[in-house]
Every structure is written in structure tokens, then in C-alpha cells.
């Protein structure tokens, strides 16, 4: 029979082992641990080591709250709302070469500026207190980049209005 380590104050993430159980799961020795949140948890002394368990479980209700879907952090909790696609949109038209817009925008030199590129957040932060939604995003000057300073929410008419002159072939 393999000699059990003592375990005994030593620190596994969150978790301190206090004691050790008088119980065992399938031969293995069983620990009593305290979690930093004040919690007592009980796990078996391998997955301490092989960080299986790294807290009562407050450690995964902390990140999953702060994840949305597929498991990715997230600040703002807006993915696939209309503004959130908006914002990849603008993104793609800029960016993605393979996008159908992408020569009127992207390919002209239309960018998104560094704040709101990769910042959700940062953008409806900036955008959210005119946005309806019956308008769509709307760049001041047509030939300027997607910033704080040159977008507004405008209506389809407005939008109309604010397109630049098509040369004729």
C-alpha cells in the first residue's frame, strides 16, 4: 500500500487542507479542506494535486459568471443582441477581405478605431445613449473611420442621404 503524504496546511489553489477524512473513495484518502470563501469541501488528495479541485466550487460560479455561451469571458453580457451584431458587422466590413462590403469600407482604407476593434464594451459605451432600435450606424464623414468622433445613430433616410458619389464607367 502506497505511504499517504501528509496534506495537512498545505494550499491547492483555494482550497487549505485542515484535515484528513476518516472516509476514503475507491482506497484513495479523502481531505477536509477550507475554501477562501469560508466553505468546507471534502476532495480526494490527487485532485488537489492535479488542481481537479481548486475551490468548493466558487471558483467555477465566479468565471461562469462572468463567461457567456461557448465559454468566453465577456464584460457586457450583449452578445448576439442587435448592437453586438452591428458592431461585428463594422468590424467585417473593415477587416474581412472575404466580406461582401469589405471593398467600400476595408478596401478604401476604413478602419475601426483601436478603442472599439476589440471592445465591445468600449463602443457601447460610447454609442448606447442614442441608440434606438429603428436606427443603424451611421459614419459623419463617409470617407472617415468608425470612431466615437464620426458615428451616430441615424435612420435609413439620414443614411441615404450620407452616401458618397458613385463615379459612372
Excluded at 477524512?21 to 482506497?27: H, V
Excluded at 469600407?105 to 471592445?119: A, K, L, P
Excluded at 441608440?131 to 445613430?153: A, F, P, Q, V
Amino acid at each position: 500500500m502506497p505511504k499517504i503524504s501528509n496534506k495537512i496546511g498545505q494550499r491547492f489553489n483555494r482550497l487549505v487542507v485542515v484535515s484528513k477524512s476518516d472516509q476514503t473513495y475507491r482506497g484513495r484518502t479523502i481531505w477536509v479542506c477550507k475554501c477562501d470563501c469560508g466553505k468546507i469541501t471534502q476532495a480526494v488528495g490527487g485532485n488537489l494535486t492535479n488542481k481537479g479541485k481548486q475551490s468548493c466550487g466558487c471558483l467555477l460560479r465566479n468565471n461562469a459568471s462572468l463567461r457567456g455561451g461557448r465559454g468566453r469571458t465577456v464584460k457586457h453580457r450583449m452578445t448576439w443582441t442587435r448592437p453586438w451584431r452591428i458592431w461585428v458587422k463594422m468590424r467585417n466590413r473593415c477587416y474581412n477581405d472575404k466580406e461582401n462590403n469589405y471593398p467600400r469600407y476595408g478596401g478604401r482604407g476604413i478602419t475601426v478605431c483601436d478603442e472599439w476593434r476589440n471592445d465591445f464594451a468600449k463602443f457601447w459605451l460610447d454609442m448606447k445613449t442614442t441608440y434606438s432600435d429603428e436606427l443603424t450606424l451611421d459614419r459623419i464623414d463617409n470617407n472617415g473611420n468608425y470612431c466615437k468622433e464620426n458615428c451616430k445613430w441615424s435612420t435609413p433616410k439620414e443614411q441615404a442621404q450620407n452616401r458618397r458619389k458613385r463615379s459612372v464607367l
